[in-house]
């Protein structure tokens, strides 16, 4: 058969989760097949082979039956990745073949009695085979029968044998194999998508958060490192981690290196659904917080062979280009053992840099801006964002200030949806304009806050839930409930590193509703 050549031409790779064949191929045993029930411009089954070391590809508008006397259209297509025969999610739409992919049959199949080299059955135009999977079973013929312009027509057919099912329709049985789900279930709820611009190593991305933190083996394992370091595994990988005893947040007792490569194993399951398939912006400080940090944003060239990452495509000379993406959470832990204290990750991701996911509200104290007069900012909006119904959740950002996050749907670029913040904050400004200053330069301010609509821009970027911050005590950017904004006890550097675990175990992440709520904003009057 064919190369893999036409399917790569076909594809973007950048921006499709289809995997692009970098690396995998047959394992030992018997040949296996995959049939994807695939609902791109219209509904179809992709029938698929493995056949020397690609899966030999056909679309069969109707899906194969067990019928004898159906005789199903095949229309020969490229050869595809032996990785692609695991894959159900989504190909994003715009992408060739973007649509739902669920994974409608698998198994294995052998090449009839005297058929002794399949490749070459093909390439003459007849394959008699036995499949063994879960919903076809039997002798199957592929026919070759002429050109459809540059696409080969073919024929499927069930042979009359002990499996042979009179009528049998395979939209009768719409339930992938894989998961139990149906293309409805999958697209509203996709679970796995392929980095396709990576090598295999690094292709596969899980779409959830494992619930599981760290094991105790692991901590045990950090814990057991002498103070240079050494090599700590954790979440499947080998981290080379350093000064396990400096002093990165002081305090009393101080918060080292160590604490924090564990506070980090333990909360990243739990961030990493606010910082999957986004550019990371770290903010460094290699010697403590104590020091003057710095921004970090190009992925080191030293850098793991195995850590996720992004090319920007519309970089311009001299600009960041490669940026780390923290697709699991050994990633979050290599970058807290690169010094990055904080978090922060961009509001769009890297398959749409130019269209945010979630609009942003920094409610920015001023050097006269009391506690109080933020909890009554936030309030008002709370206020505000109920008046006109969306969803959105408080953070107490750590430091002095509150930050609202808002999930949107993709689709309205960013100047959009700055624009709709700057409105929304406008209206709160201007029933309180004694707290609230428009102007950009904080000497201008007066001492008064800024409602920041500014930071919903390509790039920009506010610190990301459970990241920690750098002040003494270590203090954590936490997720909180409206109705803690009327809690006399609340206070923005409340939650630290050393406590934020606990308060997740108890009250759950405050903000993973906000994950399953994308939303059109409405238009403001």
């Known amino acids: 058969m064919g190369t893999l050549a036409e399917y790569r031409r076909k594809r973007d790779f950048a921006r499709t989760p289809e995997p692009s064949g970098d690396g995998g191929g047959p394992e030992p045993g018997a040949p296996r097949f995959v049939v994807q029930r695939h609902r791109a411009r219209r509904l179809h089954y992709d029938f698929r082979l493995e056949v020397d070391g690609v899966l030999a590809s056909w679309a069969v508008p109707k899906g194969p039956t067990l019928d004898p006397k159906a005789r199903r259209a095949a229309f020969h297509v490229e050869d595809h990745p032996i990785e692609y025969i695991d894959f159900e999610g989504i190909i994003p739409s715009g992408e060739y073949g973007g649509g739902d992919v669920i994974v409608w049959d698998a198994g294995t199949w052998r090449p009839a009695e005297g058929v002794e080299d399949p490749g070459r059955a093909l390439a003459g135009g007849e394959l008699h085979l036995d499949m063994f999977g879960e919903k076809l079973r039997g002798r199957f013929v592929l026919v070759r029968t002429g050109k459809d312009g ?14 042979a099912r009179g009528g049998w329709d395979p939209e009768d049985h719409p339930r992938s194999v894989l998961s139990g789900r149906t293309n409805d279930e999958v697209k509203a709820d996709p679970e796995l998508m392929w980095r ?8 596969a991305v899980p779409l959830k958060a494992s619930a599981d933190p760290a094991g105790d083996e692991a901590l045990r394992e950090l814990d057991e490192l002498r103070p240079a370091g050494g090599v700590w595994h954790v979440f499947g990988r080998q981290l080379k981690v350093t000064n396990l005893d ?10 080292t290196k160590r604490e924090l490569l564990a506070y980090t194993a333990r909360i990243a399951p739990t961030v990493l659904p606010y910082l999957r398939r986004r550019a990371l912006n770290m903010h460094r400080f290699p010697n403590g917080a104590q020091t003057k940090g710095f921004w970090h944003k190009e992925l080191p060239h030293h850098a793991p062979e195995w ?8 970089a311009d000379p001299g600009e960041t280009r490669t940026y780390l993406v923290v697709d699991e959470p050994a990633a979050l832990v290599w970058a807290a053992n690169f010094g990055a204290l904080e978090w922060h990750a961009w509001t769009s991701t890297v398959d749409r840099p130019d269209r945010p996911s979630w609009a942003l509200i920094d409610l920015d104290p001023g050097e006269d801006t009391g506690w109080d007069d933020i909890l009554t900012l936030a309030r008002l909006h709370r206020t505000a964002l109920e008046h006109v119904g969306v969803r959105a959740g408080p953070k107490v950002t750590g ?14 670029d960013f100047t959009a949806t700055r624009a709709w913040v700057e409105k929304l904050s406008r209206a709160v400004g201007a029933v309180v304009p004694d707290l609230v200053s428009w102007k950009w330069e904080k000497r201008d301010r007066e001492g008064r806050a800024r409602l920041d609509y500014t930071q919903n821009a390509v790039n920009k970027t506010l610190v990301a839930p459970y990241s920690p911050r750098p002040a003494p005590g270590a203090p954590a950017s ?13 206070r923005p ?5 050393r ?8 009250r759950g992440d405050l903000f993973r509703d906000l994950l399953d709520h994308p939303q059109k904003l409405p238009r403001l009057d």
């Open 150 to 163: 540059d696409r080969e027509r073919w024929l499927l057919l069930h042979k009359k044998d002990e499996f």
């Open 196 to 203: 396709s611009d990576q090598p295999a190593a690094r292709a």
């Open 246 to 255: 400096k002093v990165l947040f002081p305090g009393e007792p101080p918060v």
């Open 307 to 314: 850590l996720p990452r992004w090319d920007n495509p519309d």
């Open 399 to 412: 430091r002095r200030g509150i930050q609202i996050w808002v999930p949107i749907a993709q689709g309205p």
């Open 478 to 490: 936490a997720p909180i409930d409206w109705d803690e904004l009327d809690d006399p006890a609340l």
């Open 493 to 497: 550097d409340a939650f630290t590193i």
């Open 499 to 506: 406590s934020i675990v606990d308060r997740v175990a108890e």
